[in-house]
């Protein structure tokens, strides 16, 4: 669905990569029902943080890279505006943990602006344009998430 596969493409691009810590990908394709149970049993034994990586609706321009934290409250999960995994909010994803009474450590979005959700084989030129901006996003936060959890410091310069 055109750019809608960006987080899939995504994962799949760092997936493969050497990182200097404990990292697991999972690929999701309907959120909630792929993510939920990956996640679920370790959640229960450990303090995990999680990164959902998609195309995204925020009303910017196509393309434009979003790293956008949750925080959470007993209540759930919540952001300042509207952001949309397209027709399912995040926030609505994440609602059985809470009502399962489990949490993440930490819950962030990296997400890219799509351009179009329509039917396609290939990323829209605003996509392409901003891909490396968007890989990169990713693998500074799979970094700055394994630093904090082994002690280091994040390096100068990294976001």
């Known amino acids: 669905m055109s750019d809608d596969a960006a987080g899939l493409r995504a994962v799949r691009e760092v997936s493969g ?93 990296v997400g890219v602006e799509a351009g179009s959700t329509l039917p396609g084989d290939g990323l829209t030129g605003a996509l392409v344009d901003s891909w490396d901006s968007f890989i990169q996003a990713l693998v500074d936060e799979v970094l700055a998430l394994i630093s904090g959890s082994m002690g280091f410091e994040s390096a100068p310069g990294s976001s």
């Open 17 to 109: 990569r050497a990182w200097p810590g404990p990292v697991e990908f999972v690929e999701a394709t309907a959120c909630a029902p792929d993510v939920l149970p990956a996640v679920t049993p370790r959640l229960y034994n450990e303090p995990l943080d999680i990164i959902v990586v998609d195309a995204v609706s925020t009303g910017r321009p196509a393309g434009t890279v979003v790293r956008s934290p949750l925080e959470y409250s007993r209540t759930g999960y919540g952001h300042a505006g509207r952001l949309s995994l397209h027709t399912l909010g995040l926030e609505a994803m994440l609602a059985p943990l809470n009502i399962m009474g489990i949490a993440p450590r930490s819950v962030t979005l």
